[in-house]
């Protein structure tokens, strides 16, 4: 699909209900800034990171996460690219029943399937009863996709955001809260206060956050708890366990379990 096509398509009420694409080529690194759109978008990252935010605040859409952003929500845009994603542009009429406010939400095997298959449509392809019918079952997935409360809500502060950006790159790295305040260039105390404010949530916390997104990220790759533990700075696999467990409620080859089942 041209840019130029789906661009026109994005600030459109009319034409299909739902579009899917998928980016043929990689994205470079790029931001835009305040803006909305007409249509409704999910977002399926599959390598790069996107940053929104909105005026519920920031967060990161890491690989392996969907994202929703509702119709003529104003939001900025962040890519650390190269990007490699896919998705479906919703007309406002369609959105009905989605979430009204931006979020990361689970997605299955079947949204997944029927995504790609649509996105090999033309987009002035002709109507066809067949695409009316997956479309349908499309906008069912959409509509009872589960919200997942992992998410990364980003702070807005340059330097804030540099540490953020750094733990969730090198979730290895130990260094403590004293540490980071030092390389930031900012007193402890003034990074933990606007921290806290930007996010709502401790420098701990966010970093734990990230190294869950990275961990579900490697485990559904199929590696063992093990390499897990020890990409994520965990002194041993029993200590990552214990931190998932804690997080979930169970442990990862049982919480990864019971999504294959859910999906």
Known sequence: MKHASLHALMES?????????ETRDEIPAFEIDWHSHVRGQFIYVEQGLVINRTEHGSWLLPPHRAGWMPPGEMH?????????AWGVFIAPHAAEGLPGRPCVVGVSDL????????ATWPIDGEPAPEKDRLLA???DEMRRAPVESL???MPVDRRLRRIAMAMFERPDDTRGIDEWASWAGMSVRTLTRLFRQETQCSVAQWRQQARLACALERLA?????????DALGYASPS?????????????????????VVAT
């Open 13 to 21: 009420p009319d034409g299909p209900p739902l579009v899917a694409y």
């Open 76 to 84: 900025t845009v962040s890519i650390a690219g190269p990007l490699r």
């Open 111 to 118: 949204f997944r399937a029927i995504v790609k298959r649509a």
């Open 137 to 139: 079952v499309l906008l």
């Open 151 to 153: 998410h990364l809500p």
């Open 221 to 229: 790759e199929g590696e063992p708890v093990s390499v897990v533990a």
């Open 239 to 259: 200590a990552f366990v214990a931190m998932f467990r804690k997080a979930f409620g169970d442990s990862p080859g049982r919480y990864l379990a019971r999504q």
